[in-house]
């Protein structure tokens, strides 16, 4: 329930204070008093967007605070699952600096907007006049009838379902457009792996096959050097190890004289054995070494496979080549994965579309039942409201395939005169027709939601005398189970509230100004005898107010 709002520094208003002691609250004032500002502030503090053309002083920030009693109210869920406390009474507040920077608090812990939001669909209904026009709109009928039928919560989870699936037959799409892609693609990426594959690259393998060619190219020239290496150090009687030799001699015959002389001999000693070895190794490979073509077109032919692989992927080393393989193996990979996605996301469809079908079969019998009821009710109702013989029906068409209303598009369809056909509620009903109908099923849902508080911004729009009488007590009725604030301009409605606001506006020297004030008793006959007549209220206005007040 709505305990306290105050506003400060807000379009007309520079300071407001108000309290709503419960059951049925009534604001009246002149037509651009200020009426409308109370819930524009209530609105801002509730989560709606704020802009800064709204501060009545452009150098003070703006805050609007919304005190609420919760008790009884099943929102334990809420507060554990956003990290909050929860106390019997909030308070929410809304600060708006000169600047536009925005700041939501409840119970003083700072909150985003959607906090706000969330809570506020939870603890209050605000009925604009422009909400009357959604009666014309197919999701707020099913809305109306969801909420009668108490399959809100069943709703809630098939349309978190059916988004769910709508997202995964997106995905599916794409994976599948991938897929149509990759077929065309996967036959050339194969072609380039075998290719590969079968050239059999191997790091350091373009230098080593270089050097193989240069050296097969030359084989005869190389062998010829190597035996004249060869006979150079161990061929003839004058070869080098024969000199060696004779030097090493010479050198141990004077080593044990110094270690100067032992290092030398040493040193020619280690050439020497070098040198010996060295010529083993030249003789070896001088044997091993001829001409042979065979394995020289081997080695160029692999080769020339390899400078092709490098030209066609303009890469200049064979570890950039491997580099190629291994993109194009995880393309493969990736190919082959598709499949398998797929799959995954096949079955998750056909699982999230059975439990949507189940959910909006569930649906639509559920709905299906609670139109008689409404239809009952909402004609009763309106009847009392002086349209005796309307006619209202509730046309639920089946669909072929899930939508986001399930198997199921509701239409509202009203006649208000004996005889008259059927049809859409936006061809036949008047202004005044829309705001009893809406009125009715307000209600209704009163009895079915747990809302606790409940606000109409003229609700008695097109209406008057009798009709307007019938009102007051449909909402005096309401304001028995549940806080119901209300703006009017009707006297028959103002007169049925327990508690009444006055909203007026006041001129200083620089600028107008709007209040609000809680009207006593006599204020409050004054006030409606205002409603009742033009200029100064009459005497006869002002019995006529006792008497509506008394009533």
Do not use: W
Request: glycine share 4%; net charge negative; charged share 25%.
């Amino acid at each position: 329930m709505l305990k306290r709002l105050y506003i400060s520094n807000f379009a007309l208003i520079n300071e407001m204070d108000v309290s709503f002691p419960g059951k049925l609250s009534i604001i009246t004032g002149e037509t651009g008093a200020g009426k409308s500002i109370f819930l524009e502030a209530l609105g801002l503090v509730l989560g709606k967007r704020a802009d800064t053309a709204a501060l009545q002083n452009k150098s003070k920030k703006c805050v609007i605070e919304a005190e609420f009693e919760i008790k009884g109210l099943d929102l334990q869920s809420f507060f554990s699952d956003n990290e909050l406390d929860q106390d019997s009474v909030i308070i929410l507040r809304r600060e708006i600096s000169a600047e536009g920077k925005s700041r939501s608090f409840l119970n003083d812990t700072p909150v985003g907007l959607n906090i706000l939001k969330l809570l506020s669909e939870r603890i209050i209904d605000i009925h604009s006049q422009h909400q009357t026009l959604l009666l014309n709109q197919s999701n707020f009928q099913l809305e109306i009838v969801d909420a009668f039928a108490g399959s809100l919560d069943l709703y809630k989870n098939y349309k978190i379902n059916f988004n769910k699936l709508n997202q995964l037959n997106a995905s599916l799409k794409t994976l599948q457009a991938e897929e149509a892609q990759s077929k065309k693609e996967l036959d050339y990426y194969r072609f380039l792996f075998n290719e590969l594959e079968e050239a059999d690259v191997v790091k350091g393998q373009l230098k080593q096959l270089e050097e193989e060619s240069l050296s097969l190219e030359n084989a005869e020239n190389i062998k010829s050097t190597l035996v004249n290496v060869s006979h150079a150090i161990n061929g003839g009687e004058a070869n080098m190890l024969v000199s060696l030799s004779q030097l090493k001699q010479q050198l141990q015959l004077i080593a044990k004289f110094g270690a100067d002389f032992k290092d030398f001999y040493e040193r020619v000693n280690s050439v020497y054995i070098e040198l010996k070895e060295l010529s083993g190794d030249v003789e070896n490979t001088e044997a091993d070494m001829s001409f042979d073509q065979k394995k020289l077109d081997e080695v160029n032919s692999k080769l020339d496979k390899l400078n092709r692989l490098l030209k066609k992927h303009s890469v200049n080393t064979d570890e950039e080549l491997l580099n190629i393989k291994k993109g194009i193996e995880e393309k493969l990979t990736q190919f082959s994965s598709l499949e398998i996605q797929i799959e995954k996301a096949a079955k998750q469809i056909a699982q999230i579309k059975k439990e949507c079908i189940r959910e909006a079969e569930a649906l639509s019998e559920t709905r299906k039942k609670s139109v008689n009821a409404i239809e009952t009710n909402v004609k009763e109702l309106l009847s009392d409201l002086s349209i005796p013989n309307a006619n209202f029906k509730i046309q639920i068409s089946q669909l072929s395939e899930l939508s986001l209303t399930g198997f199921d598009n509701i239409q509202f369809l009203f006649s208000a005169n004996k005889g008259a056909a059927l049809n859409e509620l936006h061809k036949v009903a008047s202004g005044g027709e829309l705001s009893r109908l809406m009125l009715s099923l307000k209600s209704l849902l009163a009895t079915k939601k747990e809302l606790p508080t409940i606000i109409f911004d003229e609700i008695d729009t097109g209406v008057s005398g009798d009709v307007a009488d019938k009102i007051g007590a449909i909402l005096s009725r309401m304001g028995k189970s549940m806080q119901v604030v209300t703006i009017t301009h009707l006297p028959q409605i103002a007169s049925k509230g327990s508690h009444h606001l006055f909203v007026y506006k006041k001129d200083d020297d620089e600028k107008t100004l709007s209040f609000i004030k809680e009207l006593n008793k006599e204020e409050r006959v004054t006030e409606i005898a205002k409603m009742l007549s033009t200029g100064n209220p009459t005497q006869s206005a002002l019995k006529n107010a006792k008497e509506l007040l008394n009533a």
